[in-house]
């Protein structure tokens, strides 16, 4: 059938499963749009603020489903609106595919108006990224999108439409989706060294990342915990994939880790990595990290085996596939000695202490989880409301803690929020984690929220300074507090009821139990800002290139 670029663009959206889209209009994507009108019926699009807004929204949209977030802008600041989000999406393996638009192709590089070469700047930043120059490449060039953001590593596409090409027509065939390229492929051999390193281990210990997440199933290394009772430690990115409560989850390891996992990976004498690349906010000192295991790395991507960490066996494969291969070699087996010291180690982590006279974030998230149950989904931004947020939450689901942890980017969560919403319909609980710093970022979102009446309750931390840079000019600098006070005046009670939601602000737990308690019952989205002391640290820390010996514990 002959259809025109812009037809082809959404019979090809339909054909990928695509039912939502985040974007925002333009000049260069007009075609577009207009055939959006004409379909709205089988793709909802979903008007942001902004484009970085956009971005985020897919990016919370993918990754609260494990499906490929797809967001759309124009040419020029359009385009580059969407950067900071594509490079979150990038950082995180999270599959999204970015459409822009661009000027009519004889028009490019001719310095036209509203023209950026998306394709150049996003380069370093996306798994691959297109420009499509003839219409009769539009429909498999979107396919080969697809099929790239979900194979493998997952990650960003980005593909860019010049204005001319959605009008122009060809004969366009329909065709079924390809099936996920998943790497189901390992070494036999690999596998049988690992399990007899694991078999003949006296104290080891899993630390697993995101790409456990992201591989075909997460029970494979559940089942590994516990048949061969193995300790597990996990990055912030994997917060979640092993339930709160279970007693193989020994808690999240790193800078902002605590204790007992800090100090089993410094003890223990064979380390499973799987699905994580040894960062920089975990392995402090790669030269020191684990030094008295043999280390076992299992990751999807061949880059990152003993990238950032030497290890003694590396095994590329999906994590599930080669853990399913693994788990007939293992033996079932206990580990006394090991868990007794994992258990002593356990009485010196740090906890909190509740003071009446203050609401204090522990305080705060725990009446959270209280209130919302298990199978509520929590979204956050970056600094020490996420690293509260990671240390206190009792996370129940594999995709229910929703943060950007490689880009470490301020300004994320709101649009994450709207995603995860959008995907999980109105009647999931999704909950906003935020401070006042990363708030003001992209607070804009609010009138997204508020016009597609999402649910979303936001819990502010507002210490009114940039609590983690604080903490670390705290530590590290004296006290010489550069420009992280900065004094604003924002009532977000009132900037709440100027968008056209509730908000709340609360001084004391009482208020902050009713306050949630009441923006439970709301249909729309609620703003609760919980008045927080600025000298309230994220701990224990561990200062850059350090090892367990210098966790600073108060």
Not at 20 to 33: H, I, S
Not at 212 to 235: F, G, N, W
């Amino acid at each position: 059938m002959q259809l025109n670029g812009s037809q082809i663009f959404v019979e090809v959206l339909c054909e990928q499963g695509v039912d939502t889209l985040f974007g925002y209009p333009g000049g260069a994507v007009l075609n577009l749009y207009d055939e959006l009108y004409k379909n709205s019926d089988r793709i909802t699009h979903v008007l942001t603020a902004h484009e970085q807004g956009a971005a985020h929204a897919a990016d919370g949209y993918a990754r609260a489903t494990g499906r490929t977030g797809v967001v759309l802008a124009t040419s020029g600041p359009g385009a580059t609106n969407l950067v900071t989000g594509i490079a979150t999406a990038y950082m995180d393996s999270v599959p999204m595919v970015a459409f822009t638009g661009n000027v009519t192709t004889a028009g490019i590089g001719r310095d036209s108006f509203q023209e950026a070469y998306i394709e150049g700047i996003t380069m370093p930043i996306t798994k691959h990224n297109f420009t499509v120059r003839r219409v009769e490449e539009l429909a498999d060039t979107m396919r080969s999108a697809f099929r790239i953001a979900q194979s493998g590593r997952k990650g960003p596409v980005l593909v860019d439409i010049p204005k001319d090409v959605t009008a122009a027509v060809c004969e366009f065939t329909p065709k079924k989706p390809e099936p996920i390229r998943t790497v189901t492929t390992f070494n036999a051999e690999q596998v049988k060294w690992a399990a007899d390193l694991i078999n003949a281990a006296q104290r080891p210990l899993v630390y697993f990342g995101g790409g456990v997440r992201s591989a075909a199933s997460c029970q494979p290394l559940r089942d590994l915990l516990h048949k061969a009772e193995i300790p597990a430690t996990y990055t912030l990115m994997a917060a979640g994939v092993v339930p709160y409560g279970d007693p193989m989850n020994i808690g999240m390891v790193g800078m902002h880790g605590c204790y007992t996992s800090n100090r089993a990976v410094a003890d223990c004498d064979v380390l499973i990595a799987v699905g994580t690349r040894f960062s920089d906010r975990v392995a402090l000192n790669p030269k020191t990290f684990a030094k008295n295991a043999t280390i076992i790395q299992i990751d999807i991507d061949p880059s990152e085996l003993g990238k950032n960490v030497e290890v003694d066996l590396s095994i590329v494969g999906d994590a599930a596939y080669v853990l399913n291969a693994m788990l007939p070699q293992i033996e079932e087996k206990k580990h006394p000695d090991w868990m007794k010291m994992i258990h002593e180690w356990q009485a010196q982590d740090y906890h909190p202490v509740s003071d009446p006279t203050r609401l204090m974030p522990h305080q705060v998230i725990g009446e959270v989880c209280n209130q919302c149950g298990p199978e509520a989904v929590y979204v956050t931004d970056v600094g020490q409301h996420q690293m509260w947020a990671a240390q206190y939450l009792r996370h129940a689901k594999s995709r229910g803690f929703i943060t950007s942890g490689g880009l470490g980017t301020m300004g994320f969560g709101y649009g994450a929020a709207i995603g995860a919403q959008m995907a999980l319909g109105r009647d999931q609980r999704v909950v906003m984690f935020t401070g006042d710093g990363s708030f003001h970022m992209n607070l804009n979102e609010a009138c997204t929220a508020v016009s597609y009446e999402l649910p979303i309750i936001t819990v502010i931390f507002n210490n009114s300074v940039l609590g983690m840079v604080r903490q670390w000019q705290t530590t590290f600098y004296e006290k010489r507090y550069s420009q992280t006070d900065p004094h604003r005046k924002t009532d977000f009670v009132k900037l709440a009821e100027g968008f056209g939601l509730k908000g709340y602000r609360c001084t004391n737990l009482p208020e902050f139990q009713a306050a949630f308690a009441d923006a439970m019952k709301q249909k729309g989205p609620t703003w609760i800002e919980c008045i927080i002391d600025k000298d309230e640290k994220v701990l224990p820390m561990i200062p850059g290139g350090g090892d367990i010996n210098d966790i600073i514990m108060e």
